[in-house]
């Protein structure tokens, strides 16, 4: 199986099961360190659903539909759309982290960490970092 075949399985497998350790992917499609690192690369790159988990491995946290364009042109009609989503990642995941749902409030709060990263809002960013250091769990 070519490099690009296993991204495509690695993205599919994540969109089923919502997390997967490196491990396992490394098994599964068995893969060296070189290329695990690549494969890591790549999806954290070019994947913007798609999230670290402390280093332990993926989380897909988008919808399991079709993935949206995220073009960040300013002048994009959608800009206010996708920043009131990233927010909304941000108060859901303070909510869940509340209620005690530890696993949801990290999976949101790392969806709304990798859209203030990719959007550059900054302001936003330190807020999300600390939600999700209370649940225990590190950007």
Known sequence: M?????????????????RVTYRTIQIQFALDDTQLAALKDELLYSQPYVVDDAGRGLVWTGDTGVIPDLSLSPSSALQPARRRRTHCHRSLGTLYAKTGQRERARTALMAAIALYRTMEMTFWLPQAEAALAQTGAQS
């Open 2 to 18: 070519d490099f690009v075949a296993v991204v495509d399985e690695v993205i599919a497998l994540l969109r089923q099961r919502g």
